[in-house]
């Protein structure tokens, strides 16, 4: 079994849109958790955390569920600029290796 | 702002040649970390470091080699180039400051073995 599992996409939405992007991982030992955003060909950057009780930055929520061991990526009123392809990230603690899911491609289109 | 360099964006040798991948931070961070990313595959961490002269293997360590002799440069060694190893190599770092949990990368070098 995978350890971090995303579906890879890729999600083709309209600008304005809301899409929701879900994460499992396998290791309910995990501690941490984070989406990073990718860009085509660039490196990839953190997007964001993700606390227990939910999280928000601007038009974009995290949400963990523990017991489902499940990670949740909400984006509203998509823009253009919000194609990329979307990690989910999880770790045990902060001094072991951060786990990549394989990602989840995203286009917003015009 | 933190910046990690690596040695080249291109680098194209042939099958059998030793090849040294170099990546430099600028922000005094302790980990380091050298993943290769291929499509359908996504990133997988090939060798990490948390301290000068340390290494750890990560999950595909074989045919790779990695070295830590400054706290800023980690560099990834293939010691006998093979085709597979055609990939995109990506290096990061982070800090045990941030608690370790924020990976900042480089740009990544697109390595094609002929």
């Known amino acids: 079994r995978k350890e971090v599992e995303q579906d890879p996409g890729p999600f083709n939405v309209p600008e304005g849109a809301t899409v929701a992007f879900n994460c499992t991982y396998s290791?309910?030992?995990?501690?941490?958790f984070f989406w990073y955003r990718q860009d085509c060909r660039k490196e990839p950057k953190l997007l964001m955390s993700?606390?227990?009780s939910g999280n928000e930055d601007g038009r974009f929520t995290a949400q963990l569920n523990r017991a489902s061991q499940y990670i949740s990526l909400l984006i509203r009123d998509s823009k253009l600029s919000d194609s990329a392809t979307y990690l989910c990230?999880?770790?045990?603690?902060?001094?072991?290796?951060?786990?990549f899911g394989k990602g989840t491609r995203l286009s917003v289109i015009a | 702002d933190v910046k990690v360099t690596q040695s080249s964006r291109y680098l194209v040798k042939r099958t059998g040649e030793k090849v040294f991948l170099e990546c430099v931070q600028d922000?005094?961070?302790?980990?380091m970390f050298w993943y290769r990313q291929d499509p359908g595959l996504g990133l997988r961490l090939i060798y990490f470091?948390?301290?000068?002269?340390?290494?750890e293997k990560g999950d595909i360590p074989e045919g790779y080699s990695v070295s830590r002799e400054k706290k800023e440069r980690f560099s990834l060694i293939l010691e006998s180039a093979s085709t597979n190893q055609t990939s995109m190599y990506l290096c990061?770092?982070?800090?045990?400051?941030?608690?370790?949990?924020?990976?900042?990368f480089g740009p990544g070098t697109r390595l094609t073995v002929t």
């Open positions: 990061a770092s982070s800090s045990l400051r941030d608690r370790g949990y924020e990976q900042y």
């Open positions: 290791n309910s030992a995990s501690q941490s």
């Open positions: 993700v606390y227990s």
């Open positions: 990230v999880v770790t045990l603690s902060g001094n072991t290796p951060l786990v």
């Open positions: 922000m005094d961070h302790e980990n």
């Open positions: 470091s948390y301290d000068v002269k340390m290494k």
